[in-house]
Protein backbone atom coordinates (compact mmCIF):
# COMPACT_ATOMS: atom_id res chain seq x y z
CA UNK A 1 0.00 0.00 0.00
CA UNK A 2 1.56 3.46 -1.11
CA UNK A 3 2.52 5.86 1.64
CA UNK A 4 1.98 9.54 0.86
CA UNK A 5 4.22 10.50 -2.09
CA UNK A 6 5.16 13.73 -3.09
CA UNK A 7 6.71 15.60 -6.07
CA UNK A 8 9.06 16.73 -7.09
CA UNK A 9 11.70 15.78 -4.38
CA UNK A 10 13.91 18.61 -5.56
CA UNK A 11 13.47 21.77 -7.35
CA UNK A 12 15.76 24.52 -7.61
CA UNK A 13 13.74 27.95 -8.82
CA UNK A 14 15.39 31.59 -9.06
CA UNK A 15 13.71 34.55 -7.07
CA UNK A 16 10.61 35.73 -8.31
CA UNK A 17 9.57 32.51 -9.63
CA UNK A 18 6.55 30.31 -8.93
CA UNK A 19 6.29 26.39 -7.86
CA UNK A 20 3.78 24.00 -7.46
CA UNK A 21 4.50 21.27 -5.39
CA UNK A 22 2.26 18.01 -5.32
CA UNK A 23 1.05 15.63 -2.57
CA UNK A 24 -1.10 12.46 -2.99
CA UNK A 25 -2.23 10.79 0.53
CA UNK A 26 -2.73 7.62 1.80
CA UNK A 27 -5.78 6.06 -0.12
CA UNK A 28 -8.62 6.45 2.25
CA UNK A 29 -7.74 9.51 3.58
CA UNK A 30 -9.01 12.85 3.32
CA UNK A 31 -7.25 15.27 4.78
CA UNK A 32 -3.65 16.69 3.91
CA UNK A 33 -1.39 18.95 5.72
CA UNK A 34 1.52 21.36 4.19
CA UNK A 35 4.67 22.19 6.13
CA UNK A 36 7.97 23.89 6.06
CA UNK A 37 10.74 22.92 7.66
CA UNK A 38 13.87 24.96 7.53
CA UNK A 39 17.34 23.69 8.51
CA UNK A 40 17.48 22.85 12.65
CA UNK A 41 13.57 23.96 13.17
CA UNK A 42 10.79 21.64 13.21
CA UNK A 43 7.96 21.45 10.71
CA UNK A 44 5.93 24.15 10.62
CA UNK A 45 2.33 24.53 9.72
CA UNK A 46 1.33 25.63 6.73
CA UNK A 47 -2.08 24.91 5.60
CA UNK A 48 -4.30 21.69 5.74
CA UNK A 49 -7.51 20.64 3.40
CA UNK A 50 -10.19 18.13 4.26
CA UNK A 51 -12.84 17.05 2.28
CA UNK A 52 -11.47 19.48 -0.61
CA UNK A 53 -11.91 22.77 1.78
CA UNK A 54 -9.65 24.43 3.76
CA UNK A 55 -9.38 24.19 7.33
CA UNK A 56 -6.88 25.81 8.39
CA UNK A 57 -3.72 28.14 7.68
CA UNK A 58 -0.67 28.88 9.86
CA UNK A 59 1.50 32.10 9.75
CA UNK A 60 2.50 32.19 6.27
CA UNK A 61 1.97 35.02 3.43
CA UNK A 62 -0.73 34.92 0.94
CA UNK A 63 1.97 34.37 -1.38
CA UNK A 64 1.24 30.45 -0.35
CA UNK A 65 -1.82 28.84 -1.20
CA UNK A 66 -3.22 25.66 -1.60
CA UNK A 67 -5.83 23.29 -3.02
CA UNK A 68 -7.67 19.93 -2.88
CA UNK A 69 -8.71 18.16 -5.48
CA UNK A 70 -11.75 15.37 -5.61
CA UNK A 71 -9.43 12.62 -5.55
CA UNK A 72 -7.95 14.21 -2.23
CA UNK A 73 -4.59 14.60 -4.28
CA UNK A 74 -3.42 18.19 -2.74
CA UNK A 75 -0.82 21.05 -4.80
CA UNK A 76 0.94 23.79 -2.31
CA UNK A 77 1.66 27.15 -4.83
CA UNK A 78 4.22 29.46 -3.75
CA UNK A 79 4.70 32.81 -6.03
CA UNK A 80 6.95 36.00 -6.31
CA UNK A 81 10.03 33.04 -4.47
CA UNK A 82 12.06 34.37 -2.05
CA UNK A 83 15.63 33.17 -0.52
CA UNK A 84 14.05 32.24 2.64
CA UNK A 85 11.71 30.20 1.27
CA UNK A 86 14.22 27.27 0.77
CA UNK A 87 12.87 24.73 2.79
CA UNK A 88 11.80 21.30 3.09
CA UNK A 89 8.20 21.14 2.13
CA UNK A 90 6.10 18.49 3.56
CA UNK A 91 2.59 16.94 3.34
CA UNK A 92 0.85 14.94 5.74
CA UNK A 93 -2.10 12.94 5.16
CA UNK A 94 -4.56 11.67 7.89
CA UNK A 95 -7.59 9.94 7.75
CA UNK A 96 -9.74 12.65 9.77
CA UNK A 97 -9.25 15.96 10.33
CA UNK A 98 -7.69 15.83 13.43
CA UNK A 99 -4.22 15.27 13.71
CA UNK A 100 -4.18 11.93 16.57
CA UNK A 101 -2.18 10.41 13.27
CA UNK A 102 -0.90 12.08 10.56
CA UNK A 103 1.70 10.17 8.21
CA UNK A 104 4.31 12.19 6.64
CA UNK A 105 5.75 12.34 2.63
CA UNK A 106 9.23 12.22 1.86
CA UNK A 107 9.18 15.91 1.21
CA UNK A 108 10.27 17.98 -1.49
CA UNK A 109 13.62 19.59 -1.21
CA UNK A 110 12.82 23.33 -2.62
CA UNK A 111 16.23 25.35 -3.25
CA UNK A 112 16.23 29.39 -4.13
CA UNK A 113 18.51 31.03 -5.82
CA UNK B 1 6.26 32.00 20.72
CA UNK B 2 7.30 28.32 21.10
CA UNK B 3 4.82 26.38 22.20
CA UNK B 4 6.63 23.33 22.22
CA UNK B 5 10.41 22.99 23.17
CA UNK B 6 12.64 20.44 22.63
CA UNK B 7 15.73 21.47 25.61
CA UNK B 8 18.12 18.82 24.44
CA UNK B 9 19.49 19.38 20.74
CA UNK B 10 21.21 15.83 21.46
CA UNK B 11 21.50 12.81 22.74
CA UNK B 12 23.69 9.78 23.19
CA UNK B 13 23.07 6.50 24.12
CA UNK B 14 24.86 3.01 23.84
CA UNK B 15 23.44 0.19 22.24
CA UNK B 16 21.15 -1.79 24.42
CA UNK B 17 20.88 1.15 27.13
CA UNK B 18 17.22 3.04 27.78
CA UNK B 19 16.93 6.27 25.36
CA UNK B 20 15.03 8.87 27.06
CA UNK B 21 13.94 12.08 25.22
CA UNK B 22 11.99 14.67 26.51
CA UNK B 23 9.47 17.65 25.06
CA UNK B 24 7.97 20.55 27.06
CA UNK B 25 5.00 22.82 26.11
CA UNK B 26 3.15 25.25 27.03
CA UNK B 27 -0.69 25.63 25.56
CA UNK B 28 -2.79 23.44 27.93
CA UNK B 29 -5.25 23.23 25.14
CA UNK B 30 -3.27 20.28 23.55
CA UNK B 31 -5.33 17.45 23.01
CA UNK B 32 -2.63 14.68 21.64
CA UNK B 33 0.66 14.24 21.44
CA UNK B 34 2.74 12.82 18.88
CA UNK B 35 6.46 11.60 18.44
CA UNK B 36 8.13 11.64 14.94
CA UNK B 37 11.33 9.85 13.97
CA UNK B 38 13.56 11.53 11.09
CA UNK B 39 16.15 10.25 8.87
CA UNK B 40 18.33 12.60 6.61
CA UNK B 41 16.57 13.19 3.32
CA UNK B 42 13.20 11.17 4.57
CA UNK B 43 9.78 12.68 6.21
CA UNK B 44 9.04 12.24 9.54
CA UNK B 45 8.15 8.54 10.49
CA UNK B 46 5.02 8.57 12.93
CA UNK B 47 6.17 6.83 16.27
CA UNK B 48 3.95 7.12 18.84
CA UNK B 49 0.98 9.51 20.10
CA UNK B 50 -1.08 10.18 23.27
CA UNK B 51 -4.05 11.16 23.95
CA UNK B 52 -4.05 14.45 26.64
CA UNK B 53 -6.42 12.39 28.74
CA UNK B 54 -4.23 9.37 29.35
CA UNK B 55 -0.66 9.28 31.04
CA UNK B 56 1.26 6.38 29.47
CA UNK B 57 0.73 4.60 26.13
CA UNK B 58 2.77 1.94 24.82
CA UNK B 59 4.13 0.02 21.38
CA UNK B 60 6.76 -2.03 21.77
CA UNK B 61 10.33 -0.65 22.62
CA UNK B 62 8.32 2.70 22.69
CA UNK B 63 6.67 4.15 25.34
CA UNK B 64 5.40 7.68 26.01
CA UNK B 65 4.84 9.29 29.17
CA UNK B 66 2.62 12.38 29.73
CA UNK B 67 2.52 14.71 32.94
CA UNK B 68 -0.11 17.33 32.38
CA UNK B 69 0.80 19.22 35.60
CA UNK B 70 3.96 19.35 34.34
CA UNK B 71 3.08 20.13 30.98
CA UNK B 72 5.96 17.86 30.14
CA UNK B 73 5.91 14.64 28.23
CA UNK B 74 8.91 11.78 27.23
CA UNK B 75 9.89 9.18 24.85
CA UNK B 76 11.38 6.27 26.38
CA UNK B 77 12.94 3.91 23.80
CA UNK B 78 13.81 0.73 25.20
CA UNK B 79 16.66 -1.30 24.67
CA UNK B 80 17.78 1.58 21.83
CA UNK B 81 19.57 0.29 18.85
CA UNK B 82 22.11 1.74 16.26
CA UNK B 83 19.07 1.91 13.87
CA UNK B 84 17.70 4.39 16.10
CA UNK B 85 19.58 6.86 15.84
CA UNK B 86 17.83 10.08 13.95
CA UNK B 87 16.22 13.09 14.62
CA UNK B 88 13.20 12.73 16.96
CA UNK B 89 10.88 15.55 17.04
CA UNK B 90 8.17 15.76 19.64
CA UNK B 91 4.44 17.43 18.36
CA UNK B 92 1.50 18.87 19.62
CA UNK B 93 -2.52 18.58 17.75
CA UNK B 94 -4.84 21.84 18.19
CA UNK B 95 -7.18 21.76 16.53
CA UNK B 96 -6.12 21.49 12.26
CA UNK B 97 -2.46 21.47 12.87
CA UNK B 98 0.39 19.82 14.35
CA UNK B 99 3.03 21.92 16.39
CA UNK B 100 6.71 20.62 16.64
CA UNK B 101 9.68 21.10 18.85
CA UNK B 102 12.90 21.59 16.79
CA UNK B 103 14.09 18.05 17.53
CA UNK B 104 16.46 16.00 19.31
CA UNK B 105 19.50 13.89 17.95
CA UNK B 106 19.63 10.41 19.17
CA UNK B 107 22.85 8.74 18.62
CA UNK B 108 22.99 5.30 19.82
CA UNK B 109 26.21 3.88 20.03
CA UNK B 110 27.38 0.00 19.32
Known amino acids: DAGVTQSPTHLIKTRGQHVTLRCSPI?????VSWYQQVLGQGPQFIFQ???????GRGNFPDRFSARQFPNYSSELNVNALLLGDSALYLCASSSTALNTEAFFGQGTRLTVV | DQQVKQNSPSLSVQEGRISILNCDYTNSMFDYFLWYKKYPAEGPTFLIS?????DKNEDGRFTVFLNKSAKHLSLHIVPSQPGDSAVYFCAASYGNKLVFGAGTILRVKS
Open chain 2, 50 to 54: ISSIK
Open chain 1, 27 to 31: SGHKS
Open chain 1, 49 to 55: YYEKEER
